[in-house]
């Protein structure tokens, strides 16, 4: 067991909830933070605390308070999200981020995590394996708010001395946790309904295809990423990482191989010119040779377990 003690921020979320239970595996003191409770599991299984972090003094007492040695700052506005509210997204991804990396500082945290995500791409950025390093150019508030925090991310490594790591998420899917208001939510929802109701509505055209990842590739690789030796670690902006790119009617397709009487339809809407400002797969080369990144879950095998661990009467 690791006696380091780590600090969840964004427990609660999509990715908190479940990296916040992977981390609880391997480490004795894992404290979950978020604004709202979390679930049961989360809740019964360690210590959690309700934590604003745009409140500095919050943030600070608990660091404080707890020795945090490590944190993983996972508090976003997704994207769809961000587009009704930009102002709000705007003050959580940026102002958060940095009251989070002047903490970190002024408490000699050792390492911490901060997820960027393709959103910090844009119409101008090439489509097809994306680069690790490229024209970037992002059009909606989480991508603008997430490009900033990759430079300030950086800036703290270079100038404050702080190991701070990152990775470029790309659409994730779990059967645990809904989707936070992102653009890719459509790819978990579409598992839900075809156990419920055998039929979908997608609000993405059939053949937006975008990047995607299963979320216990997704964690694993966040966890590789924080555990691996520090001279590793050369990207302190964000890493890209990848997994399978796939269209709706493609998701589809996999899913009528289980379900062969499933059926979608398609109704594009605000999100489906999110979706086309941003890349259509991603070159992860750089992640897979700094410090050994490697996915594990195609799509047939991500609808399997998906399909698998919903249950008929699961609502998200």
Not at 142 to 156: F, N
Request: hydrophobic share 35%; proline share 5%.
């Amino acid at each position: 067991m690791n006696h380091d003690t780590l600090l969840i921020i964004g427990a609660s979320g999509q990715i908190g909830s479940e990296l916040t239970m992977a981390l609880r595996k391997t480490y004795s003191r894992v404290i979950a933070a978020d604004l709202k409770e979390p679930n049961q599991e989360v809740m019964e299984s360690g210590h959690f605390e309700r934590l604003d972090v745009l409140s500095r003094s919050q943030l600070n007492d608990c660091i404080k308070r707890n020795g945090i040695t490590q944190i993983y700052h996972l508090a976003a506005i997704l994207s769809a999200t961000g587009e009704k509210n930009p102002e709000l997204a705007w003050r959580v991804n940026m102002k958060g981020l940095r009251q989070v990396l002047d903490a970190c500082v002024t408490h000699k945290v050792k390492k911490l995590f901060w997820p960027s995500t393709i959103a910090v791409f844009g119409p101008t950025t090439p489509r097809q394996n994306t680069p690790q390093w490229t024209v970037m150019e992002p059009n909606t508030i989480y991508g603008i708010s997430k490009q900033a925090g990759e430079r300030w991310c950086d800036y703290y490594f270079q100038k404050r001395n702080l190991d701070v790591r990152s990775v470029r998420y790309p659409g994730l899917i779990s059967y645990k946790t809904p989707g936070g208001g992102g653009t890719t939510d459509y790819a978990i929802d579409i598992y839900f309904e075809a156990k419920k109701k055998k039929s979908f509505t997608c609000f993405l055209s059939e053949n937006t295809r975008l990047p995607m990842m299963y979320m216990p590739d997704a964690i694993r690789g966040t966890i590789e990423l924080m555990e691996a030796p520090a001279e590793k670690v050369k990207v302190r902006s964000s890493y890209n990482l990848a997994a399978i790119s796939f269209t709706p009617s493609e998701q589809a397709a996999s899913i009528q191989k289980l379900i062969p009487d499933f059926k979608i339809d398609y109704a594009p809407d605000f999100r489906q010119k999110i979706a086309e400002s941003w890349p259509e797969s991603i070159d992860d080369s750089v992640a897979r040779k700094d410090w050994g990144w490697i996915p594990e879950f195609d799509l047939d095998a991500m609808t399997k377990d998906m399909m698998q661990n919903i249950s008929a009467g699961s609502t998200q």
